[in-house]
T-cell receptor, first 114, second 114 residues
């Protein structure tokens, strides 16, 4: 049973436009969410995170929105650039020591078209 | 500062053999966790160590084990290798083992079992 779901395996966006990547979760104990970017043959690179006490966090071109009632978060990239082409993973962790590790979605492959 | 370092980067083993992978966390980080990435299952949590103690373990068989040394460096071992163990093994470190601490990944060790 997937607790973190990224329902779009791939997404194609034109350069300069907005990329919106979505993530849904089922475990109401999750209270910290992260987005990672991964190139082939490399480890995931941390992008941005959000705590459940917030509904928005922004860092440069990246903004993460959290809707707790819908158990949904999204990552917005504006404007999209060719270097943004990668696989994006949504991850979540729960309170209580955080020793359960991160639970990851299966990723969305973002392709930025020139 | 140096990131998470994993060795070896690539290795090929035969079924039934055992393998040891090594991880040096970011300086000052005391929590080290391990993840397995496969095309079918995505990123899955193996285990997490903090101050030389295993704090939690994911849903993997006992053939998968690990340890952490006093300098926070960690090793993971897989015994009696199976074909299905072929995967990218990722080590990650964070300052401490509770939510709100960003986890930083190494580039991974690619294991192929033949």
């Amino acid at each position: 049973d997937q607790q973190v779901k990224q329902n779009s395996p791939s997404l194609s966006v034109q350069e300069g436009r907005i990329s919106i990547l979505n993530c849904d979760y089922t475990n109401s104990m999750f209270d910290y969410f992260l987005w990672y970017k991964k190139y082939p043959a490399e480890g995931p690179t941390f992008l941005i995170s959000i705590s459940s006490i917030k509904d928005k966090n922004e860092d440069g071109r990246f903004t993460v929105f959290l809707n707790k009632s819908a158990k949904h978060l999204s990552l917005h990239i504006v404007p999209s650039q060719p270097g943004d082409s990668a696989v994006y993973f949504c991850a979540a962790s729960a309170a209580g020591g955080g020793a359960d590790g991160l639970t990851f979605g299966k990723g969305t492959h973002l392709i930025i078209q020139p | 500062k140096a990131g998470v370092t994993q060795t070896p980067r690539y290795l090929i083993k035969t079924r039934g053999q055992q393998v040891t992978l090594s991880c040096s966390p970011i300086s000052g980080h005391r929590s080290v966790s391990w993840y397995q990435q496969t095309p079918g299952q995505g990123l899955q949590f193996l285990f997490e160590y903090f101050s030389e103690t295993q704090r939690n373990k994911g849903n993997f068989p006992g053939r998968f084990s690990g340890r952490q040394f006093s300098n926070s460096r960690s090793e993971m071992n897989v015994s009696t290798l199976e074909l299905g163990d072929s995967a990218l093994y990722l080590c990650a470190s964070s300052l401490a083992a509770y939510p709100g601490n960003t986890i930083y990944f190494g580039e991974g060790s690619w294991l192929t079992v033949v």
